[in-house]
């Protein structure tokens, strides 16, 4: 399944609640996540320009976005990004296709 990295950080709001009542939200984005039909693999808070992010499996693009919707439409978060990414396997395969590519750039002829 292909794996995502979903990049967040929270509203003021969100951790003015959050410190008035901690709690564990790996459970909130584990059960969005299976929803959707893909797995939660991981999950961090950090410091810095993310407050924290989640690592995920999804079986596609539309269920890795569902996710990210679906968290993001919640109102706790400031912002939200996520990127798809390759395995090893992948980029040698996309590397190898990419050798079989040209392109001019512009103004460099025809």
Known sequence: M???LFRFSYTPEA???MIKNPEDRRKV???VVEKAG???LGFWYAFGQN???CMIEAPDNISAAAFS???SSGGALSSAETTVLLTVEETI???KKAQTLTYRPPG???
Do not use: H, N, Q
Request: charge should be negative; charged fraction near 20%; proline fraction near 4%.
């Open 69 to 71: 919707v679906g968290i």
């Open 2 to 4: 292909p794996l995502y």
């Open 51 to 53: 407050d924290g992010f």
């Open 29 to 31: 984005a584990m059960e």
């Open 93 to 95: 395969e996309m590397l």
């Open 15 to 17: 951790w003015s609640r």
């Open 108 to 110: 460099t002829g025809s």
């Open 38 to 40: 893909g797995k939660l």
